[in-house]
């Protein structure tokens, strides 16, 4: 496993009570699951079998967002996750 960076923006870092923490994984899906089992909060409004739910996006290095729970990761990499509508 490979720890990756998550930022949490909007509903996302009120759920988690945290804006920046750590995470493992290699895949995004495998880094969801991380953080669902270890905020419960997080979880029941924003992921859904390793994805995240509707309204809710992933942004690798503020750079591309991702969908798909098979995206690579590399070990240090940042994850951003949010709502679908912040910073509109």
């Known amino acids: 496993m490979s720890t990756v960076r998550v930022e949490l923006f909007g509903i996302p870092r009120q759920r988690a009570g945290q804006a920046n923490l ?3 994984g290699r895949l995004l899906g495998e880094v969801l699951d991380d953080l669902a089992r270890r905020f419960p ?4 409004c924003c992921i859904e ?5 509707a309204g809710f996006v ?5 750079q591309r967002f991702v969908t ?3 995206t ?3 070990p240090g990499q940042a994850v ?5 509508d912040a910073g509109g």
């Open 22 to 24: 750590e995470a493992q």
């Open 41 to 44: 909060g997080l979880a029941e």
């Open 49 to 53: 079998r390793s994805r995240l739910r």
């Open 58 to 62: 992933a942004s690798l290095d503020g």
């Open 68 to 70: 798909d729970p098979e």
């Open 72 to 74: 690579q990761l590399a």
């Open 80 to 84: 951003l996750i949010m709502s679908a």
